[in-house]
């Protein structure tokens, strides 16, 4: 396991010489890291194929926020994202997208369909409803956790 936390000095290129210089990896956390969260396609291109954990989030304690509903100006397309990630790393179990981006319910089903072998996924996204919730439970049939932080969750009759 690696994990870089709160890596603001680290550009994506330095990210990824050193995933490349990993080729045994297996589970890897970028955590807090903003400059990754626009840049993930590049850094997913070069993601060893053995990789079984993937973690991207924000710690909303150490950006000094807690507050679910935090807005990237230009949010990166994580429908491209899945179906890399997908091609690049079939043995993946743990997937973390908590960084306050909003995942379509296109790309929540591509997810599912994709990786049905997930074993832990956390996301963050408020379009998540309870009928994704449901989608999710239904197709993973391999799930022993799941954290979604949705506002939809809580507003929805």
Do not use: M
């Not at 179906?83 to 995942?103: A, E, M, T, W, Y």
């Not at 996924?121 to 799941?146: D, F, Y």
Request: overall charge negative; proline content about 4%; charged content about 20%.
């Amino acid at each position: 396991l690696f994990t870089f936390t709160r890596c603001k000095k680290l550009n994506v290129d330095q990210i990824i010489s050193f995933v490349r210089s990993c080729p045994r990896l297996t589970e890897l956390a970028l955590i807090s890291c903003p400059t990754i969260e626009y840049q993930l396609e590049c850094v997913v291109d070069v993601l060893p194929y053995q990789l079984t954990s993937f973690d991207v989030h924000k710690d909303h304690i150490l950006n000094g926020s807690c507050d679910e509903d935090i807005q990237i100006t230009s949010p990166p397309d994580l429908n491209v994202f899945i179906r890399k990630v997908q091609h690049r790393c079939p043995n993946l179990r743990h997937l973390d997208l908590d960084f306050g981006s909003s995942i379509s319910v296109e790309c929540l089903d591509n997810l599912l369909l994709i990786i049905p072998q997930l074993c832990s996924i956390h996301l963050q996204s408020a379009t998540i409803g309870w009928v994704e919730v449901s989608n999710i439970l239904r197709s993973c049939s391999s799930l022993g956790s799941i954290s979604i932080v949705s506002r939809s969750l809580v507003e929805e009759q």
